[in-house]
């Protein structure tokens, strides 16, 4: 990988198995002008073999565990074109350590970190204990469902707990999958460096959740994502020793925080849905800001999945959108904008059908 060097400690084999193992390995970003280098992957063990079940089936696949994986990324590094090149080179890499087709990937004991030394305070932000378990992922059994292979993963974020599950088709042309995800309990107290360096503000109480559903198939797209935050407090006696404009955009934001706050529940919600076409993703801001204010004045949020989201959802008949009361009243521009635009495509189709009749009538008469 240019820009990077790196190192094993050793490589056993277990031709029985099938198998072999790569001991403590390391990647590391290497400046060749400062000679400086930053830790970007490492793993205590790499395991690559033959995967039995699938052979048994007649398959020849493989399956590739990492034991205890360290992956950073560093604010220099996640430009997306940087982010989508590593990310590339690294799969690459991958494939020339197996040379069969991976069925099974497994990851135990993981670790994924962001930090930014620019920032004042530094950041350093991750998550910790990730196990990861995908299965099936080149359909070598069980070839005659429609989403064949499964992904579950579990992580701890800052004594929250997250899990994810994934249905998908990974051999599908365009993405085709059914995923849910939840996030819960996460001590924003234990985020306060990331507040303090991007968003200037302490947290001084609270905790944040998120529970999210997507399905994708035949490019189209369907979900909703709900965040949640319960007992928070920005500003409080621990804030004495700011300065004034500090505490003056503290208290704006938890302002806005306790306007929008359920009491009897003490949380600050809503749901965010979304469909569209991969190309062309939509979320409808008008529901956003009603379900804020639902959550707050009339009915709390869920803290969990609604289940109302499968790949059904993506290809079904959508009934006529109902506005909302926002919606109805400081949508009408948008309203206006829609009408224009639909009534100038009207009449560009009549002028071109038009044409057309005059070019027909001109050969016919020639």
Do not use: C
């Amino acid at each position: 990988m240019e820009g990077y060097r790196g190192h094993i400690e050793d490589i056993d084999l277990a031709l029985i198995r099938g198998a072999y193992k790569i001991d403590s390995i390391y990647l590391h970003k290497y400046d060749s002008v400062s000679g400086k280098e930053t830790p970007f992957f490492n793993a205590s063990l790499i395991d690559l073999s033959v995967e039995w079940k699938a052979l048994f089936r007649g398959s020849i696949v493989g399956e590739l565990e990492f034991q205890n994986p360290v992956l950073r990324f560093t604010k220099d590094k996640v430009e997306p074109k940087d982010l989508q090149k590593d990310s590339t080179d690294f799969r690459q890499l991958l494939d020339d350590f197996m040379p069969l087709k991976v069925n099974r990937f497994a990851v135990k004991n993981g670790n994924v970190r962001y930090r930014d030394e620019t920032s004042a305070p530094k950041v350093d932000i991750g998550l910790t204990n990730l196990e990861i378990v995908a299965l099936n992922l080149k359909n070598s059994y069980d070839s005659g469902a429609l989403l064949p292979a499964t992904v579950t993963a579990s992580a701890s974020v800052y004594e929250g707990t997250l899990t994810v599950n994934v249905k998908l088709n990974p051999l599908a042309k365009k993405p085709t999958f059914d995923m849910n995800a939840e996030l819960k309990d996460t001590n924003l107290v234990l985020l306060n460096e990331f507040f303090q360096a991007y968003a200037k503000v302490d947290v001084n109480k609270g905790s944040f959740g998120m529970y999210t559903e997507i399905a994708a198939k035949d490019g189209g797209f369907a979900g909703y994502v709900k965040p949640l935050m319960k007992d928070l407090d920005i500003l409080g006696k621990e804030d004495r020793d700011d300065n004034v404009f500090r505490k003056l955009w503290e208290a704006i934001a938890g302002g806005a925080g306790e306007l929008f706050r359920n009491q009897p529940e003490d949380q600050v919600a809503t749901k965010i849905p979304f469909e569209g076409r991969l190309d062309n993703p939509k979320a409808n801001i008008w529901i956003t800001i009603s379900n804020t204010l639902r959550n707050a004045f009339i009915q709390a949020i869920q803290p969990s999945i609604d289940n109302e989201i499968n790949l059904a959802s993506v290809d079904s008949p959508k009934e006529p959108e109902k506005k909302t009361m926002l919606q109805k009243v400081f949508g009408k521009d948008d309203d206006k904008a829609s009408a224009k635009k639909s009534k100038e495509r009207k009449k560009a189709e009549r002028k071109k059908e038009r044409q057309k009749k005059k070019e027909d009538k001109k050969a016919g008469k020639s």
